[in-house]
C-alpha cells in the first residue's frame, strides 16, 4: 500500500516527500467556486459547513493527484490501495476532533476509494476570509424549492430531473459539479432544455467548479467525486432550509458489483452504493446533530426504465445531450462518447433496449457497441466481461444469489426501510431486469447483422462477433430465427477451453496453437490433479487456497496473484484467435474466501487431438514474462 501525505492549507511542506495544497491561501493550487447562490441561502451557512467543503475539496483534489496503479492491473491489492493521511486546518478543530465524527469519516472514505484514509486536525493560525470567498456571482432569487438534487448531466440524473419536474410536478434546485468546461456546458444545455419547455420555474442550476491548479491529474478514477457531490448537496440542502438531498442512479450501477475481475475495490465506482449513502447521512447527522436523509428515486430501476422515463416526460430529443462518458478528455464534436468505458457500454445497452437508438445515433459513440473492433485494447474484455456478467445473473437462480455473487451482501444491509431478506429480493429481480435487458440487445443485434456476421464482415473483434462464436457460425434458417438468435447468445458465458497438457515439454497447449509455459504452466500444473479426479468422480472441483498454493510454488501470495494476472493477461488473445468470450475466469477460476480452481467449464483433451483441431495459423500467446518465481 503506497503512502501519502498531505498538508492543507500551506505553501510549503514540512517534509520533502509531503503533498502541499491549499484552497485560499498564499499557496492557492486549488480551486473551489460555486455559482448563483442567493444572499440570503449564504446567511446561512455555518462554520462546521464551510469546514466540511474544503475537507471535501482537499479529498477529491488529492484523490486526483496521486496515483494507483496501472490501468491493466489485476493485482488491484497492496499496489492498488493508497495509505492517505490528511492534516487540515479548520474553524472547529474540536467536531472534528470527535472520535466518532473521524470514523465515520474514515470509514466512509475508504469504503467508498477502497483506500486507508487518517485526518489530523488543527486550529487554523491564520484568519479565514470571509464566508462568500467560495460563492460567486450572488442573487436575489427565491431559494424555495421542493427538493435539492445532485447533477451530473448524464442520464440518470437528466432523467430522475425530469421526473420531478416534469412527471411529478415538484420544483428541485440541481446542483452540478463540473471539473471541465464541457460538463458544465452539458448541464447548462439539458437545464436550458427543461426551461425552455416551459418548467423555468420549476429548475434553479447551481453550478460548482472544484478542481486542481495547474496540476495534471495522476488519477482519473475520481472514486472520491460523491464525496464531493453530498457534501455540496448537504451544504446546499441545509442553506435551503434542508435536511435532505437526492442524487439521481439507477440501481444497477448504485450497487455496481464488479463486471470484470480487475474491476474491484477502488476501480468499482461506488459513488451512491448504499452503504456509502448511509454513512454519508450518519457523518451529516452526527455533524449537525439531526437526522440528514439521502435519497435516490431510482434506487430500484435499471437503466433501460430510467431511460424510459425520459421519453415519458416527452423529452427523449435531449437524450442526444446528455453525457455518461468517464472519459472527458477523449471528447470531440463528432463523438462525445468514448464507447469503451463501463459507463458507455451502461448506456448504450439501456437506450437501446428501451427502444430509444433512433434519439441517439450510434455515431455519437467513438467505438461502436456492437461492431467496432475492440481487439486492440481493454476495450473488448471490458465489453465481453459486461455480456458475460449479467447472463450469468440470468442463469443464476434467487437461492444462489447472494452466494455467487457476494458483492452485493455489503448492499443488502444499507435499506432502512425495508429487511435484509427483502433487500436481497429487490436486488435478485432488479439484476434480472437488467440481465433480460442485455440480452435483448444482443439478440437484437445478431438479428440485424445476421448476414455480416455469417459472411464473417464484422470485426473479429467486436462484441457481436464473440458473441455468435463465429469460428462456428451455421446458417440460421428463417424459421425459429429469434429462438435460435437467442441460442447463440445463450453461449456467451459457456466458452468451452479446450486445452492439452504437454508433459515432455513442460507446457499448456490450446486449440490455437497458444501455449502457457515456465511459471505459467507451474500454476495450472498444481491445480491439474483437483481438477482431473473431480472430473473423473463427478464431484464438484476443490478450490485451493491461496497461501497453499503460493506455498506449492514457493512463492509469496503477492506474488501468486501478479502470476495470475499474468497467466490471463497471456490468454487475452484467445477472445479473437478462437471465437470465445473470455473473463478473468474463464480458464482459472477465483472465488474469495475460497481461492482459486482450474474452471470446470474447461475440458482437457489428449495432446493429439488438441494439435489435429488447431487453427491454422493463429498466433501462440506471449511468452512467459515472469523470470522471478522458480
Not at 24 to 49: E, F, Q, Y
Not at 99 to 114: I, K
Not at 592 to 599: D, S, V
Request: hydrophobic content about 40%.
Amino acid at each position: 500500500m503506497r503512502k501519502f501525505r498531505i498538508e492543507c492549507g500551506v505553501a510549503t511542506a514540512s517534509a520533502a516527500d509531503t503533498m502541499t495544497m491549499d484552497v485560499h491561501g498564499k499557496g492557492k493550487n486549488v480551486n473551489l467556486r460555486i455559482d448563483c447562490i442567493t444572499r440570503s441561502m449564504l446567511a446561512n451557512v455555518p462554520d462546521l459547513l464551510l469546514d466540511l467543503l474544503e475537507i471535501a475539496t482537499y479529498v477529491y483534489c488529492a484523490d486526483q493527484r496521486m496515483s494507483r496503479g496501472t490501468a491493466q492491473l489485476t493485482n488491484f491489492g497492496e499496489n492498488w490501495r493508497r495509505d492517505l493521511h490528511f492534516t487540515i486546518p479548520v474553524r472547529d478543530p474540536a467536531l472534528w476532533q470527535h472520535s466518532e465524527v473521524q470514523r465515520l469519516l474514515e470509514d466512509t472514505l475508504g469504503f467508498l476509494s477502497d483506500d486507508s484514509y487518517t485526518f489530523e486536525f488543527h486550529k487554523a493560525k491564520s484568519p479565514f476570509l470571509s464566508r462568500d470567498v467560495y460563492f460567486q456571482d450572488l442573487i436575489d432569487a427565491s431559494s424555495d424549492y421542493d427538493a435539492v438534487a445532485m447533477f451530473s448531466g448524464g442520464v440518470d440524473s437528466f432523467a430522475g430531473a425530469v421526473q420531478d419536474v416534469v412527471l411529478r410536478g415538484r420544483s428541485v434546485c440541481l446542483v452540478g459539479h463540473s471539473s471541465a468546461t464541457k460538463v458544465k456546458s452539458i448541464q447548462q444545455q439539458l437545464v436550458d432544455g427543461l426551461k425552455a419547455r416551459g418548467f423555468e420555474r420549476r429548475v434553479t442550476y447551481i453550478p460548482v467548479w472544484v478542481t486542481n491548479e495547474n496540476v495534471r491529474p495522476n488519477d482519473h478514477t475520481q472514486r472520491t467525486r460523491s464525496f464531493l457531490f453530498a457534501c455540496l448537496g448537504m451544504v446546499i440542502a441545509h442553506m435551503s432550509g434542508k435536511d435532505r438531498f437526492t442524487f439521481y442512479e439507477n440501481g444497477v450501477v448504485s450497487i455496481n458489483p464488479p463486471v470484470a475481475g480487475d474491476i474491484v475495490g477502488g476501480r468499482a465506482t461506488r459513488t451512491t452504493h448504499p452503504r456509502v449513502l448511509r454513512g454519508l447521512e450518519e457523518l451529516f447527522s452526527t455533524l449537525l446533530e439531526r437526522p440528514v436523509q439521502i435519497e435516490n428515486p431510482l434506487q430500484w430501476m435499471t437503466k433501460r426504465e430510467v431511460t424510459m422515463l425520459v421519453q415519458e416526460a416527452g423529452m427523449a430529443d435531449l437524450l442526444a445531450t446528455t453525457n455518461s462518458c468517464t472519459r472527458p478528455r477523449t471528447w470531440t464534436a463528432a463523438h462525445m462518447h468514448c464507447g469503451a468505458c463501463s459507463q458507455c457500454i451502461d448506456r448504450r445497452f439501456g437506450i437501446l433496449a428501451a427502444s430509444l437508438g433512433d434519439h441517439e445515433p450510434a455515431t455519437n459513440y467513438k467505438i461502436d457497441l456492437l461492431t467496432a473492433d475492440r481487439s486492440t485494447s481493454d476495450d473488448l474484455r471490458m465489453a465481453v466481461s459486461y455480456v458475460s456478467f449479467f447472463k450469468k445473473v440470468a442463469a443464476t437462480p434467487k437461492e444462489r444469489f447472494v452466494v455467487d455473487f457476494p458483492e452485493i451482501v455489503s448492499a443488502i444491509n444499507s435499506f432502512p426501510d425495508i429487511s435484509a431478506g427483502e433487500a436481497a429480493n429487490r436486488i435478485y429481480d432488479l439484476f434480472q431486469r437488467q440481465a433480460k435487458a442485455v440480452e435483448s440487445v444482443i439478440a437484437a443485434g445478431v438479428k440485424e447483422h445476421a448476414e455480416a456476421l455469417f459472411r464473417n464482415e464484422l470485426p473479429a473483434g467486436s462484441l457481436l462477433s464473440i458473441c455468435f462464436a463465429r469460428n462456428s457460425v451455421e446458417i440460421l434458417p428463417s424459421s425459429d430465427y429469434d429462438s435460435q438468435a437467442k441460442a447463440l447468445v445463450d453461449r456467451l458465458s459457456a466458452p468451452v477451453f479446450e486445452f492439452a497438457i504437454d508433459e515432455t515439454g513442460r507446457k499448456v497447449v490450446f486449440r490455437s496453437a497458444a501455449t502457457l509455459t515456465e511459471a505459467n504452466f507451474r500454476i495450472v500444473e498444481q491445480l491439474l490433479p483437483d481438477f482431473r479426479s473431480a472430473k473423473k468422480e463427478g464431484r464438484e472441483v476443490p478450490f485451493t487456497p491461496p497461501r497453499t498454493l503460493a506455498k506449492r510454488l514457493r512463492i509469496s501470495e503477492p506474488s501468486l496473484r501478479t502470476q495470475i494476472r499474468r497467466l490471463r493477461e497471456a490468454l487475452e488473445p484467445l477472445v479473437v484467435d478462437l471465437g470465445l468470450p473470455l473473463d478473468n475466469d474463464s480458464f482459472i477460476e477465483n472465488r474469495p474466501h475460497a481461492g482459486y480452481r482450474l474452471n470446470p467449464a474447461v475440458r482437457e483433451l489428449s495432446l493429439a487431438d488438441i494439435r489435429a483441431s488447431t487453427i491454422p495459423g493463429a498466433p501462440p500467446v506471449a511468452p512467459d514474462v515472469t523470470t522471478g518465481s522458480p
